[in-house]
């Protein structure tokens, strides 16, 4: 019998990025907390639909070293300022979705040191990490 394989598309990816808890999101955060069938993307598959949102307007993607290793985050688009820009691709996630889902405790994989050097590098304000 065989098995029924998913594919996991490019937009699928970024809707899973745009509803993930928190302001940012990194691969780790997928592979830890997203749904079941995504968590299993390798990186270049984050890193495309990173790009392809990067590309919508709906936040940016950043490379920071809170340590010795380098992490891409990708930073979402405060809800305040992202309106006209979500409205053009309402097939990933509705605005109400998208709101309540930033607002939400960041996940715990986006370590301390990450969320300080955000905060320092001025990319995030450090109030999103308070929830």
């Keep these: 019998m065989k098995q ?3 594919v ?4 699928t990816i970024m809707s899973v990025i745009l509803l ?17 069938a995504v968590r299993h993307i390798v990186k270049q598959q984050f890193l495309r639909a ?7 307007k709906l936040g940016r993607l950043v490379r920071v070293k809170p340590t010795r290793h380098p992490h891409d985050v990708f930073i979402k688009k405060e809800p305040a300022l992202i309106g006209t820009d979500l409205e053009a691709h309402t097939d990933l ?3 109400a979705e998208y709101t309540a889902r930033f607002y939400m405790a960041t996940p715990g994989c986006i370590k301390q040191d990450m969320r300080d050097e955000l905060v320092k590098q001025r990319l995030v304000r450090q109030e999103y990490f308070n929830g």
Excluded: F
Excluded at 8 to 11: C, E, G, L, N, Q
Excluded at 50 to 56: F, G, S, T, W
């Design 4 to 6: 029924k394989t998913t």
């Design 8 to 11: 996991i598309t490019t937009r």
């Design 20 to 36: 993930m808890k928190g302001p940012v999101c990194t691969h780790i955060a997928v592979h830890q907390n997203g749904p079941t």
């Design 50 to 56: 990173a790009v392809a949102l990067e590309a919508a």
């Design 93 to 95: 996630c509705s605005l």
